[in-house]
Nanobody, 116 residues
Framework: QVQLVESGGGSVQAGGSLRLSCVAS????????MRWYRQAPGKERELVAS????????SYEDSVKGRFTISRDNAKNTVWLQMNSLKPEDTGTYYC?????????WGQGTQVTVSS
């Protein structure tokens, strides 16, 4: 059974940090690109960060560049999103997604709330 389980969300004040984790099981994690998305209330889900299967290609949405860091450990079937200098506009539900060609898997999401 394929699973992506996110954790690490919570409530923090602006300027704080959180580290999100996404643990994969039920598929060959090491051959999938991984992505973090977020969805704020009333808004569409947006791509925040991406990392290729071997970790060699990384990209970020402009508003999080310099503040967020995506990383992965294929031996642990885990991808992380380190979020520093958090802002209220970072509030939302954060999802991890595994992508390979036309096959995708989503996690259930973890809530991040940043207060001013």
């Amino acid at each position: 059974q394929v699973q992506l389980v996110e954790s690490g969300g919570g409530s923090v004040q602006a300027g704080g940090s959180l580290r999100l984790s996404c643990v994969a099981s039920g598929f060959t994690f090491s051959i999938y690109d991984m992505r973090w998305y977020r969805q704020a209330p009333g808004k569409e889900r947006e791509l925040v960060a991406s990392i290729s299967s071997n970790g060699g290609i990384i990209s970020y949405e402009d508003s999080v560049k310099g503040r967020f860091t995506i990383s992965r450990d294929n031996a642990k079937n885990t991808v992380w999103l380190q979020m520093n200098s958090l802002k209220p506009e970072d509030t939302g539900t954060y999802y991890c997604k595994a992508v390979r060609a036309f096959r995708t898997y989503w996690g259930q999401g973890t809530q991040v709330t940043v207060s001013s």
